[in-house]
């Protein structure tokens, strides 16, 4: 059986390589997707016999946080150790890159102990909702949203976001409010940004976040802002410790698909004030 590997970091000449590799382990992305998953973060690609077998990738959120996501192995030759190495890779190439820095991720709670091998430890629990309609919450008053019409209030979003993530994204989240079909921001009386909402479209339905939010009622506005116009199938994944917000959107229609572990290594646990984060920007992302 052959054996010879090697990685390497993949650039733009390997996107549909990439892709390949993805969606032989069932993942399905639509082009836009494809090129915020590649384009925003560090690829890595293991060659057996000169064919890309596996990939990995790594985003950096500023200098004080990094993600890895997208870690896939096609199937004929999963568990011949590739993805191990491949994950060892990313993160030695990184600390290389950027010294020891935290890296969390968000996996399917059965690859917990290959992610332990690595020094990672779960941090918490994200659920993947999915609804086919979403009813109107009842709410009090209706906030003072807006939509991103104008661009003068988006600084004041990243910064909201970094807060709540812990990390500055503000590389990362340019990008992804251009490719949004949604962008919702909720202000105060003094017009200060309060909460923001993305919704996305993907090759399985619109996807909600990320949602930050100062309390359950706001995060519920913000959805409901979110899906009101969407024809077809909508995903969030939200935090298990936001209890009372989901089971709130499981009264509204959405229904729980699966539970994923978050996991991170070189931090007792994640910077940020989470308890803002409803739901994330994509298990890949954090
Ligand atoms: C997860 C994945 C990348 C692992 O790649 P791989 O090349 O098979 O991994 P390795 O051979 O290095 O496995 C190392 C260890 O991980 C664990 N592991 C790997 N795949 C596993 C699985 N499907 N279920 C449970 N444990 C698994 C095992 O402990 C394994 O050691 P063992 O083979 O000695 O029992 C690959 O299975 C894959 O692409 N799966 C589908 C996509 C996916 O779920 N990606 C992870 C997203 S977080």
Do not use: C
């Not at 910064?159 to 994204?169: C, E, I, K, P, T």
Request: charged fraction near 20%.
């Amino acid at each position: 059986m052959a054996t010879e590997w090697v990685i390497s970091r993949l650039g733009e000449a390997d996107r549909a390589a990439w892709a390949n590799v993805v969606e032989s382990v069932g993942w399905r992305f639509d082009p836009a997707e494809i090129d915020l998953l590649f384009a925003t973060g560090e690829a890595w690609g293991a060659y057996l016999d000169g064919q890309l077998a596996g990939v990995a990738s790594v985003y950096r959120h500023g200098q004080s946080l990094a993600w890895l996501g997208n870690v896939a192995v096609v199937p004929d030759v999963q568990r011949r150790g590739l993805g191990g190495k491949l994950i060892d890779h990313a993160l030695r190439q990184l600390d290389l890159g950027a010294g020891p820095v935290p890296v969390g991720l968000v996996a399917r709670k059965e690859l917990a102990p290959l992610y332990a091998r690595f020094g990672f430890r779960a941090v918490g629990e994200v659920v993947r909702l999915r609804a086919d309609r979403v009813l109107a919450p009842h709410l009090p008053q209706e906030p003072m949203a807006a939509d991103a019409s104008d661009d003068a209030w988006l600084e004041d979003a990243y910064r909201l976001d970094g807060a709540a993530f812990g990390a500055d994204r503000s590389q990362l989240l340019p990008r992804v409010v251009r490719a949004a079909d949604k962008v919702i921001a909720v202000r105060d009386e003094a017009n200060k940004v309060q909460g923001i909402g993305l919704a996305l479209s993907s090759a399985t339905g619109m996807r909600l976040g990320p949602i930050v939010a100062q309390n359950d009622i706001m995060a519920l506005h913000l959805m409901h802002l979110l899906a009101e116009d969407v024809d077809g199938p909508i995903a969030m994944d939200v935090p298990a410790e936001r209890s009372s917000f989901l089971h709130r959107l499981r009264k509204l229609g959405f229904e729980g698909q699966a539970s994923s572990v978050m996991m991170l290594r070189g931090a007792p646990a994640l910077p940020g004030q989470r308890q803002h984060l409803y739901a994330l920007l994509r298990p890949a992302f954090g």
